[in-house]
């Protein structure tokens, strides 16, 4: 038994070794259709979690946290939420700001996971924002990890006023880095997905397009927008997603985020939830007693952080 046992455990080591280095697994990424897929033309669907605004939390920004979240949470990839416009925030503080992101890109680099930079913003600031990601491309662009989300959340901007800003941010990036997977918001928090359906992004390679959802709040109504993309042969990516209300607060929705984890399984369209911070919310995941570099019992995660860590274990032992 205990020969048994051993060789039961030295193959799980060796099969939790894979499935902790993604980049590895799946190299550099590319948009085939409607789907995201392998250097080697397969379906990928990868699943990780958000940092909250960094300008809030920057004290989970860091490698240490990075290297727990890979290690015992599963993660594929890592959302580095750099916050721009509100107090403190990369419009304030962009060398500061730079450096924490920088941080958690490195952490990625180092763990083998796939990073999204996120530009986490509810407002266009265009200069501000080619700047930026002109700047992480030629730094980072060479690495098969990176993801560019070049505006989080568009709140009142148009989709015609959006689809121009991302034009200009994309050949921005482009310049420097010609096949990293970049991330395209749309209107009203990422959720007017038949708007970009009916006036794609046409000209540019490996785009994909963001859907965010709290599935106490966006139900069915917001999946049949996305089918009715997918059906154009628009791609989806799911970078910011939880189980309570649209606030981040409320009691979690444990059905109706199952069904939207069975949907997402279903088209194997990657996703990513949020929080890591320790806001007193139903949407962060730790608690104040939280270590800032990681290594977190369940006591001192709350809820959400739970339920998120056990999901992406899951997620992975399939």
Same mark, same amino acid.
């Given at each position: 038994?205990?020969?048994?046992?051993?060789?039961?455990?030295?193959?799980?080591?060796?099969?939790?070794?894979?499935?902790?280095?993604?980049?590895?697994?799946?190299?550099?990424?590319?948009? !085939?259709?409607?789907?995201?897929?392998?250097?080697?033309?397969?379906?990928?669907?990868?699943?990780?979690?958000?940092?909250?605004?960094?300008?809030?939390?920057?004290?989970?920004?860091?490698?240490?946290?990075?290297?727990?979240?890979?290690?015992?949470?599963?993660?594929?990839?890592?959302?580095?939420?750099?916050?721009?416009?509100?107090?403190?925030?990369?419009?304030?503080?962009?060398?500061? %700001?730079?450096?924490? #992101?920088?941080?958690?890109?490195?952490?990625?680099?180092?763990? *083998?996971?796939?990073?999204?930079?996120?530009?986490?913003?509810?407002?266009?600031?265009?200069?501000?924002?080619?700047?930026?990601?002109?700047?992480?491309?030629? !730094?980072?662009?060479?690495?098969?990890? /990176?993801?560019?989300?070049?505006?989080?959340?568009?709140?009142?901007?148009?989709?015609? *006023?959006?689809?121009?800003? &991302?034009?200009?941010?994309?050949?921005? /990036?482009?310049? !420097?880095?010609?096949?990293?997977? /970049?991330?395209?918001?749309?209107?009203?928090?990422?959720?007017?997905?038949?708007?970009?359906?009916?006036?794609?992004?046409?000209?540019? *390679?490996?785009?994909?397009?963001?859907?965010?959802?709290?599935?106490?709040?966006?139900?069915?109504?917001?999946? *049949?927008?996305?089918?009715?993309?997918?059906?154009?042969?628009?791609?989806?990516?799911?970078?910011?997603?939880?189980?309570?209300?649209?606030?981040?607060?409320?009691? #979690?929705?444990?059905?109706?985020?199952?069904?939207?984890?069975?949907?997402?399984? %279903?088209?194997?369209?990657?996703?990513?939830?949020? &929080?890591?911070?320790?806001?007193?919310?139903?949407?962060?995941?730790?608690?104040?007693?939280?270590?800032?570099?990681?290594?977190?019992?369940?006591?001192?995660?709350?809820?959400?952080?739970?339920?998120?860590?056990?999901?992406?274990?899951?997620?992975?032992?399939?």
């Amino acid at each position: 038994m205990k020969i048994k046992h051993w060789i039961t455990a030295a193959f799980l080591i060796l099969i939790l070794g894979v499935e902790a280095q993604p980049v590895k697994q799946y190299g550099q990424l590319s948009v !085939k259709g409607n789907q995201l897929v392998s250097d080697k033309g397969e379906a990928v669907m990868l699943a990780g979690v958000s940092y909250g605004w960094h300008n809030w939390w920057p004290r989970f920004y860091n490698k240490s946290t990075v290297k727990w979240l890979a290690e015992d949470w599963h993660c594929d990839l890592v959302r580095a939420a750099m916050g721009v416009g509100p107090r403190g925030s990369y419009t304030d503080k962009p060398e500061w %700001s730079t450096q924490l #992101i920088s941080e958690v890109i490195e952490g990625a680099l180092e763990n *083998d996971l796939y990073v999204i930079i996120d530009w986490h913003s509810h407002e266009l600031k265009t200069e501000e924002a080619r700047r930026f990601f002109s700047d992480m491309a030629a !730094k980072y662009g060479q690495h098969p990890h /990176i993801i560019y989300e070049i505006f989080n959340e568009p709140v009142k901007d148009s989709w015609s *006023d959006v689809k121009a800003y &991302s034009i200009e941010i994309i050949k921005a /990036i482009r310049e !420097k880095d010609p096949d990293n997977l /970049i991330l395209v918001g749309s209107p009203h928090w990422c959720q007017d997905l038949h708007l970009v359906a009916d006036d794609p992004i046409v000209g540019y *390679d490996n785009l994909m397009y963001t859907v965010h959802f709290y599935a106490a709040t966006h139900k069915q109504s917001l999946r *049949d927008r996305c089918n009715y993309a997918l059906a154009k042969g628009i791609p989806l990516f799911v970078s910011e997603s939880a189980g309570m209300e649209a606030s981040g607060n409320g009691p #979690i929705d444990h059905q109706e985020w199952q069904t939207w984890i069975d949907w997402m399984k %279903s088209h194997q369209i990657s996703w990513v939830t949020w &929080s890591i911070a320790d806001k007193n919310e139903t949407c962060s995941m730790l608690k104040p007693e939280a270590a800032s570099e990681g290594g977190w019992s369940e006591d001192q995660m709350k809820e959400s952080g739970v339920k998120t860590r056990a999901l992406l274990r899951a997620f992975r032992a399939e």
